[in-house]
């Protein structure tokens, strides 16, 4: 059973994406850890923790990560994800508060002590995975697999015609994690974009759940009905993160290709680029698995029978 490190910036997929890893009997969340990306990290601190409380789940715990990108401006999506990053809706005050150690601490000593069982998945910037790499090289060799959801390859990016959201916000982390040697699953824009919720499933899983998927429906109402419509879409959600948290512990669920990813780190209008060499003599070694197709109906098939039946 691999144990998670879930590396997140809640955010409303990133919310799915923990409810999916809390469904799913073939994997422990082990911890949770949190950076600014979607909104600031204390709210995605504050969110995590309540997200947790929501599910029943404080047995978790839930580390602090970085405020800060390593070097550029920070950016957020607050205009996707609403101010709070959960759709602006008020939860109620978590009852279980962060753990002592900073989350690229916790990530290290975590990996560490269990060789070979943890799987980092970091599905927001990549700083605190980036910070623990360089302040301990040693993990890249203990890790079991790191599972990326970031990068556009061979499609347009979402921050900007070029980019991705998670690689975008702290370009010079994602360039540290690709290669810092260790095993990698990248699930970019190339699949994530094909893998669709509806608004109607949404409410199917409403109609028949309880307070976690009624909070589900409140948390997207934001993005159908305030983001969405600005985009030419009022029913189609995304599942960038859930797409990634999945293939953590299903990846047949995508078609793996072994490529070589660098990130652009000097242009004005490419910043957070990501490069996949596909196929061509004079690439480099290949440095991830990228994703490049998704079983979309079987993935979201996946994901509502879990989530019917664990809420």
């Not at 997140?8 to 994406?17: F, N, R, S, V």
């Not at 669920?253 to 660098?262: A, G, H, K, N, R």
Request: proline letters at 8%; one cysteine or more; hydrophobic letters at 45%.
């Amino acid at each position: 059973m691999p144990r998670i490190i879930l590396d997140t910036d809640p955010g409303i997929d990133d919310a799915l994406a923990l409810f999916l890893a809390l469904a799913s009997p073939e994997v422990q969340l082990a911890a949770v850890t949190t950076v600014s990306g979607n909104v600031p990290v204390e709210q995605t601190t504050l969110n995590a923790l309540t997200l947790l409380t929501l599910a029943g789940r404080s047995d978790i715990p839930v580390a602090r990560g970085c405020a800060l990108p390593l070097l550029r401006t920070p950016i957020d999506a607050a205009h996707v994800h609403g101010s709070n990053g959960l759709g602006g809706i008020h939860f109620p005050t978590p009852t279980i508060t962060p753990v002592a150690h900073h989350a690229v601490d916790l990530i290290i000593e975590m990996v560490m002590q269990a060789p070979g069982e943890i799987t980092l998945v970091p599905i927001g910037p990549l700083t605190n995975i980036a910070l623990a790499v360089r302040k301990e090289p040693r993990i890249a060799e203990r890790v079991r697999e790191v599972v990326i959801m970031g990068g556009a390859l061979r499609v347009p990016g979402n921050v900007t015609p070029m980019a991705e959201f998670n690689i975008a916000a702290d370009p010079h982390a994602a360039h540290i994690v690709l290669h810092a040697g260790w095993p990698i699953r990248l699930v970019s824009l190339d699949t994530t974009t094909c893998a669709i919720l509806h608004r109607s499933q949404v409410e199917e899983l409403a109609a028949h759940g309880n307070h976690v998927t009624t909070a589900m429906r409140q948390m997207m109402a934001h993005y159908f009905d305030v983001f969405g419509p600005q985009h030419g879409n009022q029913d189609r959600f995304h599942m960038h993160d859930p797409l990634c948290l999945a293939a953590a512990f299903q990846p047949d669920l995508i078609t793996w290709e072994p490529v070589y990813v660098d990130v652009e780190l000097t242009g004005t209008l490419t910043l957070g680029t990501t490069v996949g060499y596909f196929k061509r003599a004079d690439a480099p070694a290949p440095n991830v698995l990228a994703s490049v197709a998704v079983d979309a109906e079987r993935f979201i098939r996946l994901y509502m029978e879990r989530v019917r039946v664990a809420f």
